[in-house]
T-cell receptor, first 116, second 113 residues
Framework: GAVVSQHPSWVICKSGTSVKIECRSL??????MFWYRQFPKQSLMLMAT?????????EQGVEKDKFLINHASLTLSTLTVTSAHPEDSSFYIC????????????FGEGSRLTVL | GDSVTQMEGPVTLSEEAFLTINCTYT??????LFWYVQYPGEGLQLLLK?????DKGSNKGFEATYRKETTSFHLEKGSVQVSDSAVYFC????????????FGKGTRLHILP
């Protein structure tokens, strides 16, 4: 089946630094990717919809200047957590839909961010 | 708006017990319904899905039937194992358009040996 890969799987950074997480669709093109955040022992929260070649659409309450999303190509979307703080520590998951936008949704393995 | 509601956890069962995790939805149109599973420290995995009314999805001994009349998609397993301990998410999306997936809040399942 289709594969979505995230990198890095784990990242630890100091408060105030920025961290970039990549999400790649390895064997299909994805015009749209989605970024989710998961707090410990809680549900997934949709952060934004990443559209190739255009600006991301952010959900209400998500700071777009804090969480920069870039969808530079049909196989790559990046999430950059800028000036990270301990409260940004979380599990970030991306997903992409195969089949030209109408197919099954596949998820990355997730990236765990710990901000010290 | 569109939403998914699933029973709150944690759910704790003994091994070989029968499992039901309830899921109901509110949605416009004809969504597809999914159950995803997240094992400790891992990302999401698709467990099963159903794309139209009365379809039954099944995988690894788990089953769920798409009930349009009751807008439900309850997850069941006849005999759970310790390895089934995980968080289970009910979700919906529309396969005929490129739209986001809507998740329930997740149900944590603990299986005791």
């Amino acid at each position: 089946g289709a594969v979505v890969s995230q990198h890095p799987s784990w990242v630890i950074c100091k408060s105030g630094t920025s961290v970039k997480i990549e999400c790649r669709s390895l064997d299909f093109q994805a015009t749209t990717m989605f970024w989710y955040r998961q707090f410990p022992k809680q549900s997934l929260m949709l952060m934004a919809t990443s559209n190739e070649g255009s600006k991301a659409t952010y959900e209400q309450g998500v700071e777009k200047d804090k969480f920069l999303i870039n969808h530079a190509s049909l196989t790559l979307s990046t999430l950059t957590v800028t000036s990270a703080h301990p409260e940004d520590s979380s599990f970030y998951i991306c997903s992409a839909r195969a089949g030209g936008g109408t197919g099954e949704l596949f998820f990355g393995e997730g990236s765990r961010l710990t901000v010290l | 708006g569109d939403s998914v509601t699933q029973m709150e956890g944690p759910v704790t069962l003994s091994e070989e017990a029968f499992l039901t995790i309830n899921c109901t939805y509110t949605a416009t149109g004809y969504p597809s319904l999914f159950w995803y599973v997240q094992y400790p420290g891992e990302g999401l995995q698709l467990l099963l899905k159903a794309t139209k009314a009365d379809d039954k999805g099944s995988n690894k001994g788990f089953e769920a039937t798409y009930r349009k009349e009751t807008t439900s998609f309850h997850l069941e397993k006849g005999s759970v194992q310790v390895s089934d301990s995980a968080v289970y998410f009910c979700a919906l999306t529309w396969m005929n358009r490129d739209d986001k997936i809507i998740f329930g809040k997740g149900t944590r399942l603990h299986i005791l040996p």
